[in-house]
């Protein structure tokens, strides 16, 4: 007993390495900014802001866009809950949620090290598949970008189904298998896991074939209930779809097969991007596809002549399935055939399952590798491809550090993609580099209209908005109306962006009509509510200024700028109570805010001035060298005679 108690503490004694040189190695990103994706599925969706809008998470699309339940095709309700979470304990400090991306990657190490021991690996090399997943750098999009959490997450719950789904405790199996559902409802990277689940049954036991087909059987109505639900929900939209023609579907995915592998085992951080342009193959006449078939071929041959690490080579294919680029299932067209980084996590591990295998093998028959100098060469060489490998994920890392860095990173490796010409131009707009911004734009939209005659909504409202930040609002709302004349195209955004410009410019009517329309069309888009409101203050129509700030905090209880909304349309009916009730809930969600502080201060004047001077001087004390704050102190005090 004692024996056993030692070697399993051992085991964990090397889970706590490997998790600490994980978060060494990934702890710079803590430091790090949302980026890209991160603003729409976590700075924009409103549904991880309530209850109601969690649960409205498993009803719509991943990406869902306000009211559209269906936008890319993508089901991920768990992901989502999990922003809801980080949500709800750091609000928009993006510190949090890397650390959640942190800590699911540690606890993804150690199920791998937990599956290596459950596949009776020897702890030697246990360690060593597990630092080198640790480390990889082509893991940094999926840990150091806070959207990259899908594949790792997913990962993080597949784990358990694979170490249980044929655990002879009925309850472990069970949870087993919840796991897998919860993974697949993460992401669709882990449908693959009975077929994996299979092989590892395979490789770690002789039991006969009918028995591993029973073990994985019940993981068929989990997949089943997840395609009924899927398919009602989110449909595969007529626009996105695998390769034309048997060909491409054959040598398509061949050819990512080998790219993906030579990505994994030779990796080059240089090369590495958010998405890289690809042609999609259609004959053997393509290197890739010759040599994606080649080592299909030859893991054929490994089942055939070395059954057990066979099976584990068709296991590492069998991860590869499902990954949805590798097809082109659903991607930008004008970005060519994507392969993204963090697809290859949940492959990367079953990967590393099958390097461990191999090392056991070569142990078992080269003995001297285990003792003396064999060991030793051993270690330097695992201590050395780990040190190597840490040093290119170290070097990887901030090109997730903000966008610019991101953008300015992918557009040079994925030359004449006007989707990141546009995504880079509003980076260069939020940093004031106006011009840069607007040739860019025009650029993306001379390559769009070149290309397939589309030009996306957004890209022209980005333009529209650089326009009228260089001072030439006219000009930006000719765009709008020019774009929506000539492609019909009435996209509420469009008459959102039109209103807020409207407003700008003086044309109060106008704008009223614009933003009504975007309010009716986009029910969820809170911007356009609150523009709203503030154009029915600006008019003196406070009821109709209250109605649109109250159904911003039915959709965002705690939304800080609708409360303070609420609280000017009160204060203009006459409502002081109320208003000072709607002004104290705005400062409760947003300390820092600046102005609800001094609308409440002014309400509780009179009545109760020491709570006012409380209420100015805190934020006084955040804001030193605020000018109203400090006045506001002033005023206060004078009214208690001080």
């Known amino acids: 007993m004692l024996v056993m108690g030692s070697h399993r503490a051992k085991w964990l004694v090397v889970a706590a390495l490997v998790g600490a040189l994980a978060f060494l ?160 409802f993460s992401k669709e990277v882990t449908l693959a896991a009975p077929g994996v689940a299979f092989m590892l049954a ?113 296991a590492v294919l069998l991860s590869f399935i499902p990954m949805a680029n590798i097809v082109r299932v659903a991607a930008p067209l004008d970005m060519g055939f994507p392969m993204s980084e963090r697809f290859l996590y949940f492959p990367s591990l079953i990967l590393a399952l099958f390097l461990g295998m191999v090392l056991s093998r070569v142990a078992q028959l080269r003995p001297s590798l285990s003792v003396g100098a064999g060991r030793a060469v051993a270690v330097v060489v695992a201590v050395g491809l780990t040190g190597t490998l840490s040093a290119m994920t170290h070097a990887r890392n901030p090109a997730w550090k903000n966008e610019a860095a991101m953008f300015s990173d992918a557009r040079a490796k994925a030359q004449n993609a006007p989707l990141l010409d546009w995504l880079y131009a509003g980076v260069l707009r939020r940093e004031g580099k106006l011009e ?6 025009l650029d993306a939209v001379r390559i769009a209209r070149k290309r397939d005659g589309h030009i996306p909504p957004e890209m022209i409202i980005t333009l529209a908005n650089t326009t009228a930040s260089k001072g030439q609002v006219k000009r930006a709302i000719q765009v709008l109306n020019r774009y929506t004349r000539e492609t019909g195209n009435k996209d509420p955004m469009i008459f959102y962006n039109l209103g807020v410009l409207q407003v700008e410019q003086g044309r109060l009517g106008s704008a009223q009509k614009s933003l009504n329309y975007a309010c009716e069309h986009r029910p969820n888009y809170l911007p356009a509510f609150l523009a709203r409101g503030l154009l029915h203050l600006r008019r003196g129509r406070y009821k109709l200024a209250a109605v649109s700030f109250e159904h911003i905090v039915e959709l965002d209880p705690r939304h800080p700028g609708a409360w303070h909304g609420i609280g000017l349309a009160h204060r203009g009916i006459g409502e002081h109570d109320k208003a000072l009730a709607a002004f104290l809930k705005s400062v409760k969600y947003e300390p820092s805010a600046i102005n609800p502080r001094i609308d409440a201060a002014a309400v509780l004047l009179d009545t109760d001035p020491h709570r006012a001077l409380e209420l100015v001087k805190t934020g006084a004390a955040m804001h030193p060298d605020n000018a109203r704050l400090s006045k506001a102190v002033e005023v206060v005090r004078a009214s208690l005679g001080e």
């Open 202 to 314: 395979s490789v770690r036991t002789d039991a006969s074939l009918k028995e591993r087909i029973k073990q994985v059987l019940p993981s068929l109505p989990v997949l089943g209930g997840y395609f009924a639900i899927r398919s009602t929900i989110v449909p595969m939209l007529p626009s996105f779809g695998p390769p034309e023609g048997l060909a491409e579907h054959t040598f398509g995915p061949m050819a990512g097969l080998a790219r993906y592998l030579d990505k994994l085992v030779l990796p080059n951080p240089s090369e590495q991007t958010a998405y890289l342009q690809t042609p999609i193959s259609d004959s053997l006449t393509d290197p890739w596809a010759a040599m994606g078939m080649a080592i299909t071929l030859l893991v054929l041959y490994l089942w055939l002549t070395h059954r057990k690490v066979g099976l584990m080579a068709l």
């Open 25 to 184: 190695v990934y702890s710079p990103s803590l430091a790090y900014d949302f980026v890209w994706d991160d603003r729409s599925l976590i700075l924009r969706d409103v549904r991880i802001r309530s209850w109601a809008g969690l649960l409205e998470a498993f009803g719509t699309d991943f990406f869902r866009n306000a009211d559209e339940k269906v936008r890319y095709g993508y089901y991920r309700p768990l992901i989502t809950v999990s922003y809801a979470m980080d949500f709800w304990l750091w609000r928009t400090d993006p510190m949090g949620y890397h650390l959640t991306n942190i800590a699911a990657h540690i606890a993804c190490c150690a199920g791998l090290l937990a599956l290596a021991r459950h596949l009776r690996m020897g702890l030697g090399v246990a360690t060593v598949v597990a630092l080198l997943f640790a480390v990889h750098p082509l893991h940094t999009e999926s840990v150091t970008w806070i959207s990259g959490r899908t594949d790792v997450l997913a990962t993080l719950f597949v784990l358990p189904y694979l170490l249980w789904f044929d655990h002879k405790s009925i309850p472990k199996r069970l949870l087993g298998h919840v796991c897998f559902a919860a993974a697949i």
């Open 436 to 441: 840069a911004a607007h040739h860019l734009l």
